[in-house]
């Protein structure tokens, strides 16, 4: 038993079982307070002292701070800047004391209230249309490869315009219309508002003015036709302003009395057709082929003007000008309608007696010639022979007008009566240039 003992103690004291000492004790603890101490040292070293990776994080979240701070910074810039920059550019630099420019307005109605605007235009229409006719002429052909006359009849070519009652006397009633409406016609026949035709003749005319009058006997009218037409009414042309509505009405291609409206687009407005310049009313109401002769009336229903188609078209077609169209001034004419009416011998004015051609027309222009009516021929007796006017004379200018156009001269001289004088500019060769000289002509 002792020797199973004996081995059990000395098993455990292989093990190392030992008991220690009090001092034993006293030095471990001692011991370990130095390590915990030791410890502690290095962990303040580590706290003071930072590893060079904790040093990179703080660096790190040092740049993210200043990022996230300049962000901010911006952002806040922007949103400032935007509204300074929307008020500039809308109302101007803030920073620059200026004054506002602002628009001038006007209160259009109050400074014309005597304006019309024409909109509806069936009252004046309906009033003035039984003053209106339509014309339609017959013209005899002449040439042509049969001639006039073809197997025994003869051959004609019709025509349409329109026409305004102007007057009635105790045997006719008088109608104006345009000349060329009614120039060479062998027969006319005018349509009244109530579709009854009768026959017409010619009166008289003005190839200058344009202007012809013709009559109808009264006796060839019926009763209830002179019960239903009327004598138009008269304006005055001269009180036109641009910008004045108008309303004209005539016989359009032939279909029948129409209506067109518009405004006056100009005044005075010089046209030439067959060498005759005329001032005429420009107007924007459409004026087509059969409307010559028609009235142009203002927002009263007063005849201001007389329709040309043939004014109004740039081709032998009778087409209009889109948005152009001219009427004759009425008040340029009412003495010449006058003395139509009345059967008066109508001057087409004076004459010269002279016959030739403009020289800035073929060769003049090559030589420098002087510009102006080249005189080639002169009649004799004629008031140009009693003044000593010489063939190879230049008229330049006649009563202080310049001569650019044959119609310049016949302008002047349509005015002029027989025994009245004019002032001619001459040009004359002298030597090897022009000279000048004034000619006082008697016509």
Known sequence: MKDAENKDEKKKIGKKYYIKTSDEVNEQEEKSKNDNIEISDEENKQEENPSIESKYDLKKSKKRKTLIIIIISLIVVICISIPITLYIINNGNPFVNKSKIELQYTE??????????????SEVVENVMPAIVSITSKTLITNGWFGPNYFGQNQYTEGAGSGIIVGKSDTELLIVTNNHVVEGASELTVQFINDVSVDAIVKGTSERKDIAVISIKLTDIDTD???TIKIATIGNSDELKVGNGVIAIGNALGYGQSVTTGVVSALDREVTIDDYTNKMIQIDAAINGGNSGGALLNSKGEVVGINSAKYSSN?????SIEGMGFAIPISDVNELITQLINGEEVSNGATL????YMTNQGYGISYNVPTGFYIAGITSGSAADKAGLEIGNIITEIDGEKVESVSDIQNVLYDKKSGDEVTLKISYVSGREYAEKEVKVTL
């Open 353 to 356: 007696g002279i016959e030739g």
């Open 108 to 121: 259009t109605n109050d400074n014309v209230p005597d304006g019309v605007y024409i909109t509806d235009v």
């Open 225 to 227: 036709t002179l019960n």
């Open 315 to 319: 081709s032998s077609s009778g087409a």
